[in-house]
């Protein structure tokens, strides 16, 4: 076993244990690869919706992509996702204030592409962007700070 997989299997206590929360077992399969292909095409169509002011094209993109993407990780074993890298991370994704600033960025990004407004949705975007990269550094020693 190399070294790196040494390390990413002991730095989550939360994967070591054999119960998960509801919103930590959800937030293991939304990060299961097959669900994300799912995600990022719903997203895609709901972003269209907003750009159309088109709520039933944003409810139906968004309901539709999650139940197929719920239903191509059925089975799945939170415990399995949880020992993997992307688990690690989507778990960090539960820390408040990484929860925080990605909501607030996804809803600055919404609300700009509903306005059509180039610099809202930079701006909702980076906040994104921003609250992914908290916490990353207790993945793994190459993310750390020097």
């Not at 095409?41 to 944003?58: C, E, K």
């Not at 719920?70 to 799945?76: D, L, M, Q, R, S």
């Not at 408040?96 to 509903?114: D, H, K, Y």
Request: hydrophobic share 50%.
């Amino acid at each position: 076993m190399s070294t790196t997989s040494l390390y990413v299997s002991s730095v989550s206590t939360t994967s070591e244990r054999q119960s998960f929360n509801v919103l930590e077992r959800l937030v293991l399969r939304v990060a299961h690869p097959r669900y994300m292909v799912f995600y990022a095409i719903g997203s895609l169509w709901a972003i269209l919706g907003l750009w159309r002011h088109d709520w039933t094209m944003v409810v139906g993109a968004l309901v539709i992509s999650r139940v197929f993407g719920f239903i191509a990780v059925k089975g799945v074993s939170p415990q399995a996702m949880a020992d993997t890298l992307l688990g690690k991370i989507a778990l960090l994704h539960l820390q408040p204030v990484n929860l925080a600033v990605q909501t607030v960025g996804v809803l600055i990004a919404c609300f700009g592409v509903w306005q059509h407004r180039t610099e809202t949705i930079l701006g909702g975007l980076s906040l994104l962007a921003l609250g992914h990269g908290l916490g990353w550094a207790k993945v793994h020693p190459a993310f750390e700070r020097r």
